[in-house]
C-alpha cells in the first residue's frame, strides 16, 4: 500500500486534489517510502528534506505502520 492509499489525500496523478495541491512528489515511486522525500505534505504543510519532516513523521500513522518500508 502507498501513503497516498492509507492517507486518502488525493495527490496521487489523477486524485481528488492533485490539481488543487498538485502531484505528490512520491508519485508514483515512492509511496511506500514517503518519508525520504522532500516536499510531501503533512496537515496541509509542504514539508522539507527527511531530516526536517522526521519529527513530523515519526507520528504519522502511515510512517508507524506495516507498509512503510525503512529499507
Same mark, same amino acid.
Given at each position: =500500500?502507498? !501513503?497516498w492509499e492509507? /492517507? /486518502?489525500?488525493? $495527490?496521487?496523478? +489523477? +486524485?481528488? /486534489?492533485?490539481?488543487?495541491? +498538485? ?7 515512492? #509511496?511506500? /517510502? !514517503?518519508?525520504?522525500?522532500? #516536499?510531501?505534505? !503533512? #496537515? #496541509?504543510q509542504?514539508? +522539507?528534506? *527527511?531530516?526536517?519532516k522526521?519529527? %513530523? !513523521? =515519526?507520528?504519522?500513522? *502511515?510512517?508507524?505502520?506495516?507498509y512503510y518500508? $525503512? %529499507?
Open positions: =500500500m502507498d !501513503c492509507f /492517507k /486518502k489525500c488525493g $495527490r496521487e496523478q +489523477g +486524485g481528488a /486534489k492533485a490539481d488543487e495541491l +498538485g502531484v505528490c512528489p512520491a508519485w508514483p515511486d515512492d #509511496g511506500a /517510502k !514517503c518519508a525520504r522525500v522532500a #516536499g510531501t505534505l !503533512c #496537515g #496541509g509542504v514539508q +522539507g528534506s *527527511f531530516a526536517q522526521l519529527a %513530523n !513523521c =515519526m507520528d504519522c500513522g *502511515f510512517y508507524q505502520s506495516e518500508q $525503512r %529499507n
